[in-house]
């Protein structure tokens, strides 16, 4: 039984895990010292780690796993082994996950976020293995899975239908159909998009990244803000034919159009699709204007400016006009200045210090980082 402390210890959104992103990135850029990020690596991989069901990127060992990773890019032969050292974990950690998907799609019950999302679930582990292991069949089996995921249910909903709420605070009666990239579609239209840019090809690959394109061109609303989706979508939605949002909300790199375009983006970049392409494009740039910048109201990866910034840079590095670079000095202003109100305290990857200072990292560089730390955002 872990305490509190070693389970925090191996968490990639707050604990010691993610903390260790930033030293070693500074490290590597050549603004910090190996002892710094050496120091953050040790106390981060020190003690038990956990490899049970409940592990997935951003806990346990696959965290870790990303964090040694992140540090052998340097070149360092220890942590090359370390990581290399993890990897028996990881898939078998992935066998067992894909196996009980399997049990669950075979007696027609609903899919969780646990089994299938980025922090947690198999969309976390490709992400993954499509760093330490491209050529794997686990990572294959994965994209099969995933692919069986966009497919309808017996009931006409999508695959990756849930019947628990999104937030405890938000009830969906009846379940949802998530739309962001941390728990939903755009998450796993990412992992599709990319692995098929690199190569990593399984059977309808190509016809579930069309139908997931498909459900946000469904979904896609106007406002004069750009175009928008709804951060998910209900039973009752999906009978009326249109979300129950109101309008835009944050361009958050968890929830907000800003991913979702790029998700697009992605997937446009994939399969060669010029039309989508551009007016992902375009959607991309429309997140980045003062007005929609202002809803954004903390400077965190997960749902503030620092995540903005990162997946706006990593769109306009693919990007086939400026529109989307032409915006980045005022991103980075905004990203600057709410970086300097937040409070103090907070140090973790996802809404804390830690993903704020790799973000300014890659700000002060203008340039991807070293450590290809923003993978686990699955935006790269």
């Given amino acids: 039984m872990l305490t509190a402390q070693e389970t925090a210890r191996q968490s990639l959104a707050a604990g010691m895990a993610g903390t260790a992103l930033l030293p070693i990135e500074c490290a590597l850029a050549g603004t910090g010292d190996w002892a710094s990020a050496h120091a953050r690596i040790r106390q981060a991989t020190a003690g038990p780690v956990d490899a049970a069901a409940h592990a997935g990127l951003y806990y346990?060992?696959?965290?870790?796993?990303?964090?040694?990773?992140?540090?052998?890019?340097?070149?360092?032969?220890g942590y090359r082994s370390a990581a290399e050292a993890l990897d028996g974990h990881v898939h078998r950690l992935t066998r067992r996950r894909l196996t009980a998907a399997t049990g669950r799609m075979r007696n027609a019950k609903p899919a969780t976020f646990r089994e299938y999302d980025l922090f947690y679930g198999l969309a976390g582990l490709g992400a993954l293995l499509l760093l330490r292991a491209p050529g794997s069949d686990t990572l294959a089996d994965v994209l099969d899975y995933v692919v069986q995921l966009t497919e309808p249910r017996r009931d006409g909903l999508p695959g990756w239908w849930v019947d628990h709420n999104p937030d405890p605070i938000r009830p969906t009666p009846g379940g949802h159909a998530n739309s962001g990239m941390a728990h939903g579609a755009a998450g796993l239209l990412a992992l599709l998009a990319l692995a098929l840019r690199r190569g990593c090809v399984v059977g309808g690959q190509r016809e579930a990244i069309e139908h997931l394109c498909g459900w946000f061109d469904r979904w896609e609303q106007e406002s004069v803000d750009g175009p928008w989706w709804p951060e998910w979508v209900t039973r009752q939605e999906i009978r009326a034919?249109?979300?129950?949002?109101?309008?835009?909300?944050?361009?958050?790199?968890?929830?907000?159009?800003?991913?979702?375009?790029?998700?697009?983006?992605?997937a446009a970049l994939a399969t060669g699709d010029h039309a989508r392409r551009t007016a992902a494009e375009e959607a991309l740039a429309a997140c980045l204007t003062d007005r929609q910048l202002n809803r954004i109201t903390d400077a965190g990866l997960c749902h503030g400016m620092a995540g903005v910034y990162q997946t706006a840079y990593r769109a306009a590095l693919d990007a086939q006009g400026p529109a989307i670079s032409r915006r980045l000095p005022a991103v980075a202003a905004a990203l600057a200045q709410h970086a300097q109100a937040a409070p103090d305290g907070e140090a973790g990857l996802l809404t804390g210090a830690t993903g704020v200072g790799l973000a300014l990292e890659t700000v002060r560089r203008s340039a991807p980082p070293h450590s290809g730390w923003d993978a686990c955002l699955l935006i790269t």
């Fill in 60 to 77: 346990g060992v696959p965290a870790l796993a990303f964090v040694l990773h992140a540090a052998a890019s340097g070149g360092h032969p």
């Fill in 241 to 266: 034919g249109r979300p129950a949002q109101p309008g835009p909300g944050r361009p958050s790199w968890c929830y907000g159009a800003l991913s979702i375009a790029r998700a697009q983006q992605l």
